[in-house]
């Protein structure tokens, strides 16, 4: 029996497996010490995990991209070969986990043909004076493609910390890159009409505007609210009642925790009891009165302490 891959998906493999080693040398730019913690390679996606002690910035992920993008369209050369593990170590191959080796290893190699001149001029010359030629070299028995070129596009798009000392990255590459730039696309033209701009360039302002608005009307809400609770407390008048100096009907639709609030301040050492249609009360008594047991007296369910009682008890109703 022959065991066959659907080409297509073996191909989407390769182009995320590459990606992944080319990934890998340039965390180690950023990260000298870094190791490979976990990897998984999906079709055109990958997603890497590496000791580091923090995230990359958001310049450093533009960087890696923008390098493993150049690396792709320079159309290096991968180079697969077997080899004894003394002639791999010579071969500076990075060693992953506390893994025992075979003898004979498999070292996956990308080879630079042709540096271009902003990647020789960049901050970091050491690097690639030492490894001018292989831009990659680990030992792998994974399946790769045989250029760079051949991944297309790579793009990162989340970055997260998932263990002490680990980073994880998830990338993408081509056609998935195409379709993430799509869903994007979409989101941010929905946005625009949404939020009424005329370009995407300019949610970022509206939305802050549009927030600002928020955080004021709310503000301006709630100061007008507080006033119109504070005016409907302050209409109370004596009722006949032996057990409350404050007994009120509060309308269903106010906002009946500020209403609370407010009545503390409102009414200083009285028996209060406030209460809606839809059985919502607050009952609290002045000192040397126990709220607990008024409402005892009056067959209220209600939880509290003994001088602020709130409920919820069909009962109330009747005590309007
Ligand atoms: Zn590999």
Redesign the pocket.
């Known amino acids: 029996m022959k065991l066959s891959v659907a080409p297509a998906q073996r191909f989407a493999k390769m182009r995320a ?1 590459t990606a ?2 080319l990934l890998h040398a340039e965390l180690a730019r950023i990260f000298p010490d870094t190791k490979q913690a976990w990897s998984l390679v999906d079709s055109d996606l990958l997603r890497f995990d590496f000791y580091a002690d923090r995230l990359l910035t958001q310049e450093e992920i533009a960087k890696v991209e923008k390098r493993v993008n150049q690396i792709i369209y320079m159309s290096c050369d991968v180079k697969i070969e077997e080899m004894k593990i003394e002639d791999a170590w010579k071969l500076w191959a990075k060693m992953f986990f506390e893994e025992k080796y075979w003898d004979v290893v498999r070292v ?1 190699q990308v080879f630079n043909r042709e540096l271009p001149e902003e990647m020789k001029q960049d901050d970091n010359e050491e690097y690639f004076s030492s490894r001018w030629e292989k831009l990659s070299i ?1 030992l ?1 028995w ?1 399946t790769h493609v045989s250029n760079t070129k051949d991944i297309w596009a790579f793009t990162i798009i989340s970055q997260e910390a998932v263990a002490s000392g680990i980073k994880r990255l998830t990338a993408l590459t081509w056609p998935r890159v195409i379709e993430k730039i799509n869903d994007y696309s979409w989101l941010l033209s929905n946005l625009t009409n949404l939020l009424e701009v005329k370009s995407y360039s300019q949610l970022p302002e509206k939305a802050q505007k549009l927030l600002k608005d928020y955080w004021e009307l709310k503000s301006q809400v709630e100061s007008l609210e507080t006033k119109a609770i504070n005016s409907f407390l302050e209409s109370w008048e004596k009722k006949n009642n032996n057990d409350f100096d404050v007994i009120m009907k509060v309308p269903v639709d106010m906002n009946f925790k500020t209403l609370c609030n407010q009545a503390k301040t409102i009414f200083v050492d009285k028996n209060v009891l406030l209460a809606t249609e839809n059985w919502n009360f607050i009952l609290f008594t002045k000192n040397g009165n126990s709220a607990k047991a008024l409402a005892q007296k009056l067959g209220l369910k209600w939880w509290g302490n003994d001088q602020q009682i709130q409920g919820r008890d069909t009962n109330v109703v009747g005590l309007l």
């Open positions: 497996h992944t080693h996956v680990e792998c994974g």
